[in-house]
């Protein structure tokens, strides 16, 4: 066995005199199981796990208060005919503003506050005076290094921490040490010290979990070794399947050095994982994309569009950017890419032509209305939402009904306006829609009929002349119902709630269903945003194009997120990239 620490620049007697340096690589792996049971691996993963965010984790305050500020101009407002979509990106955000409860995630500051984490280097008396200083129950040298971890230390500072507990221990520093000063130098980009660390790992370990591979995997590819990057992409495949970052890591490091086919093999590889790839690898294909000028890359790119379409994925900002770059680089096809915003009527404001469609084909309305039926109304928890006897009265009620056009969760639509009268808003809502010559459903619960001062008997009765009612049993669940008869009524009925139904869409079980019920909802659910006193209420315009990646062959509408915008599973975004070819 050589030791490769000849290569070891600027450890001052660390690691030189270890006695495991001499030891078989089963002794090696014992050494690592040893220091790094399953408890380690969870303080290492809950380390890890703030990595990633790190950068993301500071721009997000600048994110929020623009967004703060953006929402003070139109806090007065209450909802106003401007008020975002209800599945607009960033609605969501706005309407909890308009109930602030302070959420900030601020950092918890460093617990065990009689410890300065040092800032320069400190001699071993100085760490010796620190320990003593030191109150906490927990290991001195794992708590140190892991908030050094936390607060991204300068490297020379862990570095004399390890030349302390290496001096004190024979040369010999834990696992779980070395692992947070690769995560440091990984942090601080210090590739030459990533080498170091490397050579030291595979030296003394003959395997590592998976939070080392990441890092020496993450480390390694911008040097120029980088290719061993991708074995240690084997070394864990050997026991799991990397992650979709270890990947990107991969990729990226394939495309920085030119290596187009390893970098679409392990691209490949992912997809058949049934991974979904982060779209900062797919926009580095793009990036890649603007200096080759190949049929076949092309293609491939034309094929990540498709897998965005069928995903339902959404590229951020900067990754349209990277699209359209890529487009207009394209030699002889005078691709013009422009950033723009769909009309309500549904076409592009940029080109005029017309976005797709949300309306669903009688085939996925057909496949929609079956799921729903079998997951979430007669799913295994029916019980606990209603009781078959009353599902069944439900379902005669529907049957003697002609199919409706409006189905309006009543509970819900009465407490929209908290100072108005519940009956008061529901009969003003049933009275306007009613005057349109619409089948309407309203689902109640039998309290409305017997309340006497929020549920006005002569307005319910006004109601009840005017709309079909069917009363559920007050512990009922009102959604099952209003799904249920909205999609028996058919394609062209509505519905009217301010829920949004997540946790139905979580009981589907696959994400195909998810998406065509997310398609659905859009298309179905009409949301009231002003009532003024008396009866006349607005309501919002339904979305009648989807928001979704789509091509005609001579253009491209991609809808993305922008950057400042916080945007929720169940928004889609209101920004899109047009592209059409120069005629
Ligand atoms: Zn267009």
Redesign the pocket.
């Known amino acids: 066995m050589t030791f490769p620490l000849s290569g070891v620049r600027s450890f001052p007697n660390l690691w030189k005199c270890s006695p495991y340096f001499g030891l078989s690589p089963g002794h090696s792996y014992f050494f690592l199981t040893d220091y790094c049971g399953v408890r380690n691996q969870q303080r290492w993963f809950s380390l890890k796990r703030m990595s990633p965010q790190s950068t993301k984790a500071t721009n997000v305050p600048i994110a929020k208060a623009r967004y703060l500020r953006k929402g003070e101009e139109g806090s007065n407002k209450q909802m106003s005919f401007d008020s975002p979509h209800l599945f607009a990106a960033g609605a969501a955000k706005r309407r909890s503003q308009m109930n602030p409860q302070s959420k900030d995630h601020v950092l918890s500051p460093v617990k065990n506050s009689s410890i300065q984490l040092p800032e320069k280097p400190l001699d071993s008396k100085e760490w010796d005076k620190l320990k003593e200083d030191f109150q906490g129950k927990a290991n001195f040298e794992n708590w140190i290094s892991s908030q050094m971890a936390r607060c991204h230390s300068p490297i020379n500072v862990a570095k004399s921490l390890l030349a302390w507990v290496a001096a004190k221990n024979n040369g010999i520093v834990g696992y779980n040490l070395l692992v947070r000063y690769l995560y440091l130098c990984v942090f601080h980009k210090q590739t030459s010290e990533v080498i170091d660390v490397y050579e030291i790992m595979r030296a003394r370990y003959k395997r590592l979990e998976s939070g080392g591979y990441s890092l020496l995997i993450r480390g390694l590819m911008h040097s120029d070794r980088w290719r061993e990057a991708v074995m240690l992409l084997e070394d864990i495949k050997k026991v799991m399947t990397p992650s979709v970052k270890n990947y990107n890591d991969c990729i990226q490091g394939a495309l920085l050095h030119q290596d187009v086919n390893t970098a679409w093999n392990l691209y490949q590889e992912l997809l058949g994982h049934d991974l979904i790839p982060m779209l900062e690898t797919l926009k580095a294909f793009f990036d890649f994309g603007k200096d080759i000028k190949d049929d076949h890359y092309s293609k491939k790119l034309l094929d990540i569009l498709l897998y965005l379409r069928n995903n339902q994925l959404y590229p951020g900002e900067s990754f349209a950017h990277s699209i359209k770059t890529w487009f207009e680089s394209v030699p002889g096809k005078q691709w013009k890419g422009q950033f ?1 915003t769909i009309q309500k009527s549904g076409q ?1 404001s ?4 017309t976005i797709e469609s949300i309306h669903l084909s009688p085939e996925e309305y057909e496949f929609l209305k079956g799921r729903i039926i079998r997951d979430v109304i007669d799913g295994g928890d029916q019980y606990k939402k209603t009781t078959p006897q009353e599902l069944k009265r439900f379902e005669n009620f529907v049957k003697s009904c002609p199919p409706f056009d409006i189905v309006i969760d009543g509970l819900n639509v009465a407490k929209m306006f908290p100072k108005a009268r519940e009956s008061q808003v529901l009969l003003d809502v049933v009275s306007q829609l009613a005057k349109q010559n619409l089948q309407l459903l309203v689902l109640g619960r039998k309290h409305m009929l017997t309340q006497r001062f929020r549920w006005r008997k002569d307005e319910m009765e006004k109601v009840q002349k005017q709309a079909s009612c069917f009363f559920a049993d007050d512990i009922s669940e009102d959604d099952p119902f209003l799904l249920y008869a909205t999609l028996n009524s058919g394609n062209h009925c509505k519905f009217i709630t301010k829920d949004l139904m997540r946790d139905h869409k979580a009981c589907l079980l696959d994400i195909k269903t998810q998406r065509l019920f997310f398609k659905w909802q859009q298309g179905h659910q009409l949301a009231i945003i002003n009532r003024f006193p008396g009866s006349k209420i607005t309501f919002q315009h339904i979305l009648t194009y989807d928001t979704v990646v789509q091509t005609t062959g001579d ?1 491209w ?1 991609i809808p993305y997120d922008e950057d400042l915008v916080e945007r929720y599973s169940y928004e889609v975004p209101t920004k899109w990239l ?1 592209l ?1 070819q120069k005629t």
């Open positions: 723009t592009c940029c080109c005029g032509k253009s509408h047009c059409h």
